[in-house]
């Protein structure tokens, strides 16, 4: 392996690739029929674990200088896949309303886009501590809807969290617009 391959194969890109690779099985847990009477806590265990190296990843690289362009492009969508994964797995399952899903994703969509423009244009937008609430309730929603438990402080809770994401997820694409909106500006644009 030569030097320029194990620079971009650092310990937070490999976090990264773990994270994804983890996403298949993560679904097959959550979706295929519930053989072994565990499969819900199966899931969330794998969504907590792969939650968890997307903490510990981009924590490492800052801490230790390991940033490379891989892991800014693929961490990022290491944690679109495995959001918007659990979020469409939620609406197949019954516990998630497609309309909030449809809302999660289209912020995504936009805040990429966003990025990307930035990006052409030689601007870095940081995230905002919106987006990092939003990322939060939104792992802690899918955590409690996985594992689905019936009892009604679960099943208050579950709202409560399915609701405080979607309301953190429009601030943070508000607040994310406002900051941002001379990157749309004509002198920036083509």
Request: a positive charge; proline letters at 3%.
């Amino acid at each position: 392996m030569n030097g320029r391959m194990r620079g971009i194969m650092n310990l937070p890109n490999k976090l990264t690739i773990f994270r994804v690779i983890l996403i298949p099985f993560f679904v097959v847990f959550l979706l295929v029929p519930n053989v072994t009477g565990y499969n819900n806590y199966i899931a969330a265990a794998i969504f907590i674990l792969a939650s968890l190296t997307d903490f510990l990843d981009g924590k490492i690289a800052r801490k230790y200088n390991l940033v490379t362009n891989f892991g800014k492009f693929m961490d990022p969508l290491a944690d679109k896949l495995l959001v918007c994964s659990a979020l469409i797995c939620l609406i197949q399952t019954g516990k998630l309303a497609a309309w909030i899903v449809i809302v999660i994703i289209s912020r995504e969509f936009i805040i990429s886009g966003f990025r990307l423009i930035a990006s052409d244009n030689g601007v870095v937008i940081a995230a905002s501590y919106w987006g990092k609430f939003k990322t939060t309730f939104q792992i802690l929603m899918v955590i409690v809807l996985i594992l689905d438990i019936s009892h009604p402080f679960f099943e208050v809770l579950g709202m409560i969290l399915t609701y405080t994401a979607l309301i953190l997820t429009i601030v943070s694409l508000v607040d994310y617009l406002i900051k941002n909106k001379g990157v749309l500006s004509e002198k920036n644009g083509k």
